[in-house]
């Protein structure tokens, strides 16, 4: 019986290893051209400051139209940085938000920055930094309002080449967020020698801080460090008011999550844009009246 039991667990195992190479050779296959046959689309959320009122930053995150199926981008982002895809598919990104941004700013609305996610492997490619200044110009977006987002292991790989590109961003007013922060590597070496301008703290932190000790105090002691180094700090995946008012009372500079919306598509992007703008003059007009 033993025997038979672990035949059949060893045939399941390989079922699976089987069913996980199966799928990963098709989404490697489904990226392949993808971009030229327009399968893919941007989706933007506000990143909305708690320090009174400021135009809030957005963030880009792509969306794959796979007519085989839905794939998030936590799939299929690392099978593009293996085969190579990102390089293409990153630089759709940051000419199509650069774009966006430039017609949201024509039609009025306001808003800080433009953020886009940025892999390790894309800021590893020598002339990558000139060529997102030569995107930003081309879209006649001003670099100055573009922030990449990268995460921890993008920035520990300290190398001559990740240096130039810093210097290049530095030169051309590009910011930089880290994301994800607090899951990465302890070693915090990099947030000295990086123009960082924003931590970006993890929405597993937040999601637990509010019945878990550890989750509220490593949610506590980012955004000190944060401060402490000059920085702006970002909760990301805040879901609900209590989470918003407790970061804010933390001192938290900014949040993004569902609390304020899910990702939006362009146009209802910008009608969010308008209504938060109208909110705001309605606030500053009866500020004014009772003056
Ligand atoms: P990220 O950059 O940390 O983006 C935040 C993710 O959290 C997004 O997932 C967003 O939809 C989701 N989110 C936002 N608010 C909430 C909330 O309140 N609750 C919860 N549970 N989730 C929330 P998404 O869009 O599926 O993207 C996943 C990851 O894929 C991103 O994490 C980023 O690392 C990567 N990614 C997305 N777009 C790009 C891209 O254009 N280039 C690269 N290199 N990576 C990308
Ligand atoms: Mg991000
Ligand atoms: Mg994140
Ligand atoms: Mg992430």
Redesign the pocket.
Known sequence: VARATSRNTWQLHNEQIRRQTQRRLEIECGLRGALDRDEFS??Y?PQVSLDGWQPPGI?????WHWPAGPC???EF?PI??DSGE?MR??EW?ISEACRQAVAWHAAGLEFGRIA????GV?LRDRGFADRVVALCQRAGWPPSRLEL?L?ESALILDSENLRQCFQVFERHGIQLAV??FGTGFSNLHYLNRFPVKRL?I??GFV?DMLRDTNASEVTQAIIHLGHALGMRVVA????THEEQAQLAAWGCDEV????HT??LPPREMAQWLRMAQERHARAGAATAGRL
């Open positions: 941007l989706v959320q963030e880009a995150l792509i969306r998030h981008p936590a982002i593009a940085e990102i598919l990153g990104v886009v996610n940025v892999s894309q987002e995460t994301d994800d970006k993890d929405r999601a990301e995946g805040v879901e993004q999550g569902y609390v899910r990702p």
